[in-house]
């Protein structure tokens, strides 16, 4: 039997709108249920808040979703996609596509939901500011959110750029690869921005006059945690954009590839341990705001060890794209 | 298309320095973090001692990376010389 490059293409169309979306609902699933949970914790504490509670439940909720929606969104796309006549190479762009979707959201879909938490706590805790503590949890949220951007923008241009013109040895690995670099990188930033805002909006609500002071040093880290998305995006970008000569050479595939699971993987620790550090920060900030400006300092200096071993994954992937 | 083993042994060689600086990445990146905010919290409650934590801290963390620098090794190893 003797399979077309079409049927081979809506296979792989259809395989990617699984991973996107089959992903992509972990994270934000995880994130709301946990926010749910957290809210009936308060609610509890509190009883006559919980109107309120419930209110700010919802908001968090909503803003965990949408990595779930641009997951969904993508999956959609995959799945009603028009492929009669294309070439094989879209095989490989639609399953890097559904990948880099579906995992960037998981940690942007949890990650929001950690501030959410937060936020239906602190309500309980502090009514008074509930107004300050939803403006902090959304702008938490919202930066949580980033990472599943960098994933759907890498998808739509592996969706809807014409790779026709490439050679198909060795671009599908760079294909394949440019998705798996933006996927895995974001789950770490994701998340990491999370327990940071996490303690954010805690600390809000412990002290709401302090939350100018807070909500900066809480973007200055989450500034600082995004950077290995940002690298992960990067090293799509430069497989996307720089095509590679023909080459049948198995070590011609395996470098483009290699290089995007290099720096997807190695995203997802610095992620997570700088947005673990800003957290500890932004809470110390929370209860001694005198201290902002040494604990910023420190915090800086930390996150930036932490950064090395995210600078040595780029190095690597930008040594397996360009020298090999 | 015939394939070669010497050609086969490089593509795994390449595949193998993506995943070992890829997970290797992975821990230090955690931990160096985790140790970075605890002594954000140390020196929050003891400003005095910023000197002394701060030395503490960079300590920790360089021990902590020393496996992300076998990664690295093993890595370039793996591209340069294997």
Not at chain 1, 28 to 49: D, K, T, V
Not at chain 1, 263 to 274: A, T
Request: with cysteine; charged share 10%; net charge negative.
């Amino acid at each position: 039997m003797v399979i077309s490059d079409d049927l081979w293409v809506q296979a792989a169309a259809f395989a990617g709108a699984g991973f996107a979306v089959g992903f992509g609902a972990i994270g934000a699933a995880l994130g709301e249920g946990y926010a749910a949970g957290r809210a009936g914790q308060a609610i509890s504490h509190n009883p006559s808040m919980s109107d309120d509670i419930v209110k700010t439940m919802l908001i968090g909720q909503a803003v965990a979703e949408s990595a779930g929606i641009f997951a969904l969104v993508v999956a959609m796309l995959l799945v009603f996609k028009d492929v009669q006549g294309e070439s094989l190479l879209n095989a490989f762009a639609y399953l890097g596509a559904g990948l880099s979707m579906g995992l960037a959201a998981i940690g942007s879909g949890v990650g929001s939901g950690l501030p959410a938490g937060a936020a239906c706590e602190g309500t309980a805790r502090q009514p008074a500011a509930l107004s300050t503590i939803r403006t902090n949890m959304l702008v938490g949220s919202a930066v949580c959110q980033t990472p599943s951007v960098f994933g759907m923008v890498v998808a739509f241009m592996l969706i809807f750029i014409d790779w026709s013109d490439r050679p198909f040895w060795p671009t599908w690995a760079a294909l394949l690869g440019a998705g798996i670099s933006t996927g895995f990188s974001a789950i770490g930033p994701g998340l990491g921005n999370g327990i940071t805002a996490n303690e954010a909006t805690l600390g809000v609500a412990r002290q709401p006059e302090t939350s100018g002071t807070l909500t900066n040093t809480m973007l200055i880290g989450l500034t600082v945690a995004q950077s290995t998305v940002i690298y992960g995006f990067l090293v799509s970008l430069i497989l996307l954009f720089i095509p590679k000569p023909e080459s049948m050479a198995m070590a011609a595939w395996a470098a483009p590839l290699s290089a995007g699971i290099c720096m997807g993987l190695g995203g997802i620790g610095p992620g997570i341990g700088e947005g673990i550090t800003a957290g500890y920060a932004v809470r110390r900030v929370a209860r001694d705001v005198e201290q902002n400006v040494l604990l910023t300092r420190v915090m800086l200096v930390g996150q930036a060890v932490s950064e090395s071993t995210g600078i040595y994954s780029l190095i690597v992937s930008l040594l397996l794209i360009f020298v090999i | 298309m015939e394939i070669q083993g010497a050609d086969m042994v490089r593509a795994a060689a390449l595949l193998g320095a993506g995943i070992a600086m890829g997970l290797g990445a992975i821990g230090p990146g955690v931990g160096e973090g985790y140790a970075a905010g605890k002594a954000c919290e140390a020196i929050g409650r003891n400003p005095k001692e910023a000197g002394l934590l701060t030395r503490t801290m960079l300590v920790g963390q360089a021990v902590s990376e020393s496996t992300g620098i076998y990664s690295l090794v093993v890595a370039l190893l793996l591209i340069f010389v294997v």
